[in-house]
């Protein structure tokens, strides 16, 4: 071990190979342009300025005086570094460990530059952990993340580059502004708990969720882009039963982690099998009030197109134990209620039902019975013709066939 106890100010590379202990009386100056790299451990129990880059590889213990506003840090230990620091401020922080970075202490704040490039961090549960105002935040992967509760300060894109067990699902808040904000974000694989989805979601994921808080100021609505992984939007504990001829990944929110899940929506989907992976930026925006906790995590809903979207099933019985089965009705969505026609003939050609109102059709539709005589008509194929436009004047013509069933 190498034992420091005497003012010491350097400005090329000084390299230490082993550990590097510090004395009480000790004062170490490491200059602006100058690197100190320490290969083992180090204890400081003197003082240490950097203006320039320290390099730590193995644990570090501070007992006394630290000043690093100035400075970059680096830690580049091959398997875990733990740093027994109570409160740091560093203008720059380099991870580029093989292993976990452990920072249980009170306070840790970054003035300038986070960069995750290989390794990750993790903090103890009652840690703050701060990026102040303008941080750039750089890297990211699987193998290299934030583990823990993220502070973000001020405005402008904020993007938190979180994960856990080694899931990497990094979030960003787009173009944000507001007043003195200070939003915390966290990622937590296993919702314990059975999310809700609400009545725009076909189901919402119990595998993950984010958490996110604006703990002072506030914020304007933003948009959320996020990256999921390692998911299944196929399975979902409770489902919905919402007719759809298409469906996608959205984000999805709510006051609690079981609670009732509300859609943001997808305005994109990049990279993405639909199912377990992709990077989704939310059509919707989000603002969470301040002390309140918002809980995000990934649904599937049913897409609507630009132009709309119709569905008319090919079958329906009023024995159905499904209400939503017991009417031969027309779904869709952006459907003007301007020059709407259905009309449904039996066997014979001979009109049963018709209407001149998409609002009828969607709701109440035809539930078996001849509309002039309100005889029951028989089970069996029905034909229909149904002609009308969308919202954007785009018109449909339809004919086909469905199934009474009794």
């Known amino acids: 071990m190498k034992k420091l106890n005497f003012i010491l100010t350097f400005l090329p590379v000084l390299l230490f190979s082993q550990e590097l202990y510090m004395s009480g009386s000790s004062i170490l100056h490491i200059s602006e342009g100058a690197t100190l790299e320490v290969g083992g451990n180090l204890e400081n129990n003197g003082i240490l300025q950097n203006n320039g880059t320290l390099s730590i590889y193995g644990d570090w213990t501070v007992n006394n005086n630290f000043n ?20 740091l401020r560093v203008r720059e922080l380099i991870v580029n460990s093989g292993g976990l970075v452990d920072l249980p202490g009170n306070e840790y704040s970054v003035l300038d530059r986070l960069y995750l490039e290989f390794g990750s961090i993790r903090i103890g549960e009652n840690t703050r952990f701060i ?31 979180l994960g856990n067990d080694g899931v990497y699902s990094p979030i960003t808040f787009l173009e944000t502004s507001g007043v003195d904000t200070e939003l915390a ?8 708990s059975v999310p809700i989805p609400g009545d725009s979601l076909l189901g919402v ?22 990256e999921f992984n390692e998911e299944d939007l196929s399975d979902f504990k409770v489902v919905n039963n919402i007719r759809h001829r298409v469906n996608s990944p959205v984000i999805a929110y709510a006051n609690g982690p079981g609670g ?92 049963v039902y018709s209407t001149n109102s998409f609002v009828e059709a969607n709701q109440v539709g035809w539930n078996g019975e001849n509309q002039k005589t309100g005889a029951q008509e028989p089970a069996g194929v029905y034909y229909y ?14 004919k086909g066939a469905f199934y009474l069933v009794k």
């Not at 690093?68 to 109570?86: A, D, E, R, V």
């Not at 013709?385 to 339809?398: I, K, Y």
């Open 68 to 87: 690093g506003l100035t400075g970059t840090l680096k830690f580049l230990g091959g398997s875990n570094q733990m740093i027994s620091i109570p409160t």
């Open 131 to 161: 990026l102040e105002p303008g941080v750039r935040v750089d890297g990211g992967s699987s193998l290299s993340y934030f583990d823990g509760t993220l502070i973000s300060k001020g405005t402008g894109e904020k993007r938190f580059p």
């Open 185 to 192: 974000v966290s990622y937590q694989r296993n919702n314990s």
């Open 205 to 226: 994921s119990d595998r993950a969720f984010w958490e996110v808080e604006l703990l002072n100021g506030s914020i304007d609505p933003a948009k959320i882009e996020l």
């Open 260 to 351: 009732i899940y509300e859609t943001l929506g997808v305005e994109t989907l990049f990279n993405s099998d639909s199912v377990t992976f992709g990077l989704i930026t939310s059509k919707n925006k989000l603002q969470p009030a301040l002390g309140q906790k918002l809980y995000l995590a990934m649904g599937l809903g049913p897409q609507i197109p630009g132009e709309g979207l119709y569905y008319i099933p090919e079958a329906f019985s009023p024995n159905a134990s499904d209400p939503q089965n017991q009417t031969f009705r027309i779904f869709g969505e952006k459907i003007s209620e301007e020059e709407f026609e259905l009309h449904i003939y039996n066997r014979y050609g001979v009109i």
């Open 385 to 398: 013709t149904v002609r009308f436009q969308f919202e954007t004047r785009l018109p449909v013509q339809q």
